[in-house]
Each structure stands twice: as C-alpha cells, then as structure tokens.
T-cell receptor, first 113, second 109 residues
Framework: DGGITQSPKYLFRKEGQNVTLSCEQN?????MYWYRQDPGQGLRLIYY???????QKGDIAEGYSVSREKKESFPLTVTSAQKNPTAFYLC????????????FGPGTRLLVL | RKEVEQDPGPFNVPEGATVAFNCTYS??????FFWYRQDCRKEPKLLMS???SGNEDGRFTAQLNRASQYISLLIRDSKLSDSATYLC??????????FGTGTSLTVIP
C-alpha cells in the first residue's frame, strides 16, 4: 500500500535527551514536511524539504533538526534545546512543493518524562 | 492577527441536519484552500480542495469568497460518522500553509 508511515506512535523523552522521529513515504513525493500540533492550536510548520539534501526552516524550527538523505525519508530530531517538546508531531508529503495537496502520516505523540 | 481563523465550536447537531462552517483568512494573496477532517488523536485527512467556482462532493459543498476572504464548508444530511474536527487550510505561496485551529462537530443520534 502506498502511504506515509511514522514511528514510533508514542515516544517518551527524558530531560536532556535527543530523540528522533521517523517519517517514510512510498508515494514518490518530492516535498516533505514536519508539523507540530498542540491542543487548541493549528498545525505549525517545523521544517520542510522540497528535494533531497535540501531543507528549510519553518516557523518553529528552534530545538529541532532534520535530514533528507533519501527521497523517501525525512527524520526529525527533537534536541535537548527544545524546552517544550510535548506535542503531536505530524509528517506530511506532497508531489511537489507549493500548493499541492499534502498527505499526512499517522503522527507521533511525544511525551516528556 | 492569525492567518486563518475558525470558530472552534463545538457544533452539536442532530442526525440529518445541515451544518455550515466558515473560515476567514487574512492575506488576500492566498492561493489555494482546503478543508481537512481530523478525528480524535488521528492525522488530518483531506476532505476537499476549495475552488473559486465552488465545488461539491456528495453531501459536502465548499465555497470560496475572495472578496470577503473566507471559505465555507456545508454538510447536508449529517451522519454520525461526520463527527470530527474540520480544519481550514490556506496556502499563501510556495510551502507556506496555514492551518486553522479547527471546528469541532458532533452529530447526535
């Protein structure tokens, strides 16, 4: 089946720890995105990538890092510099950047111990 | 001012009712518009794109009013399965997507 997968579904982070969230797509989409969703707020863009080996910061990139070594994969690392990491993290992809429809993965819920 | 604003609701409607949601956007240069549906603790899923001429998909109708800078979603003959949060999404340009906070709908038997 074609789609976007995210793992793990739930992730627990200890103070000072870096954690990495996985996002994989087999839709042959060029563009991939990471969003964060907090209660009562709209999705906010963390990072996006339109092509392999290239990515740009979104509105709330501080405390996060990404890589795009393969077209199919766009992992997100939540670093210890992110002081309020508890949120629902959503990965999305689209055929190209711009106004193309985005399709979302099932999300990863990150909790701080 | 937020880029996209939605009435958070909740909207509680009986089965079979017609319900409408509005969403306003602040930037007149916005190019593309979408409605997504999000079930509790799940990812958003595309419901429909919104075109200038308006578009319909079964019981769902979306309208765009560029002059007043709002989009709307009309759901006719509401079903229990329509209960969800509906997100308004606006694309300004390139990769700039702005999401509303969502409107909660509960359809009551």
């Amino acid at each position: 089946d074609g789609g976007i997968t995210q793992s793990p579904k739930y992730l627990f982070r200890k103070e000072g720890q870096n954690v990495t969230l996985s996002c994989e797509q087999n839709l042959n989409h060029d563009a991939m995105y990471w969003y964060r969703q907090d209660p009562g707020q709209g999705l906010r863009l963390i990072y996006y990538s339109q092509i392999v080996n290239d990515f740009q910061k979104g509105d709330i990139a501080e405390g996060y890092s990404v890589s795009r070594e393969k077209k199919e994969s766009f992992p997100l690392t939540v670093t210890s510099a992110q002081k309020n990491p508890t949120a629902f993290y959503l990965c999305a992809s689209s055929r190209q950047g711009g106004a193309e429809t985005q399709y979302f993965g099932p999300g990863t819920r990150l909790l701080v111990l | 001012r937020k880029e996209v604003e939605q009435d958070p609701g909740p909207f509680n409607v009986p089965e079979g009712a017609t319900v409408a949601f509005n969403c306003t956007y602040s930037n007149s240069a916005s190019q593309s518009f979408f409605w997504y549906r999000q079930d509790c603790r799940k990812e958003p899923k595309l419901l429909m794109s919104v075109y200038s001429s308006g578009n319909e998909d079964g019981r769902f109708t979306a309208q765009l009013n560029r002059a007043s800078q709002y989009i709307s979603l009309l759901i006719r003959d509401s079903k229990l399965s329509d209960s969800a949060t509906y997100l308004c999404v606006v694309n300004l340009s390139g990769n700039q997507f702005y999401f509303g906070t969502g409107t909660s709908l509960t359809v009551i038997p």
